[in-house]
């Protein structure tokens, strides 16, 4: 099932994955089918949905892409997108992903994406992940089809995870406090999931749970894919069992999360196109501020835009990165919310909006000691702060 909005005027088509965690084993799936249902079945879905962010069909909130032919795919698979297993007498349920994808593109092409220029497959979370696993495959299913002029591109949100050592190492036992390494390793069982021919070679039989991490999978890919990262993801930390509630952060916790947004960079630094924002947030593209977050001076649109633009150049004469349309953009910053176009972030508790200092001390960073660290006068370093240099 999917929903759909149409431009007839459009050559361009933008098919977006969903995101939503996933479940691994029977426990965890009744579970998640009890309390978010609408993760595992289409029947209680809305019969239309409003497209926001890249979705939206307004210039202002989505200046480049607002006049594209629309495709919004739900996560009802649970499966990173990444499945093909029917219900069987051993399994209660189905995992699809993969396979929902192909069936939705094979009506597509019935809709007009026959006459498409670009297909733009975006997702965030595990839809993120899903664009990464599914993008080549989408690419060869059109040439076979017969359909080898459109250029197929992905775009992934939040979805380039690390697969670090956790803060504190906790069992395996629900999805939130699992290590996604484990989480992943018994979902690709469980769900019969199947990752790309490509990256699969480069592993030995039993290690294909590799290629859902974005920065081993990303070297085997053929189409080209843009990779939105906030390097503070709050999904990550969860998974890594750093849980920011209110209580002031220890230092074990506060050097962790410094080092997790220095390892996040050293991944996308062969990463032609990125975005990553020195913020504690997770999923952009489909939030209505999505437009306000900048990276040296360029919003996430413009970044786009100049991605769109260096594809269809380099197809014309292989030239180079565009002069002042940047496409590699990486904060440089080493702690959350240094950027001052960071998302707000709010109290847990109290639900007031707090600046960045603000912020700061609640996680219980210590100005003085972290001046002394940086070689700053305290007072300097609240001031660099507060301007987000």
Known sequence: SYYLKESKGSRRWLLFLEGGWYCFNRENCDTRYDTMRR???SREWPATRVGTGILSSQPEENPHWWNANMVFIPYCSSDVWSGASSKSEKNEYAFMGALIIQEVIKELVGKGLSTAKVLLLAGSSA?????????DRVAEQLEEMGYQGIQVRGLADSGWFLDNKQYRRTDCIDTITCAPTEAIRRGIRYWNGIVPERCKLQFKEGEEWNCFFGYKIYPTLRCPVFVVQ????????????????GQPVQEGQWLYIQNLGRELRNTLKDVTASFAPACLSHEIITRNHWTDIQVKGTSLPRALHCWDRSLHESNKNGKGPLKGCPIHLIDSCPWPHCNPSCPTIRDQFTGQEMNVIQFLMHMGFDVQKMAQQQGLEPSKLLGMLSSGN
């Open 230 to 245: 906030w390097l503070f993801d709050e999904a990550q930390l969860t998974v890594d069992n750093v849980h920011l509630t």
């Open 39 to 41: 993760l595992m079945s």
């Open 127 to 135: 839809g993120g992940t899903g664009v990464l696993l599914n993008v």
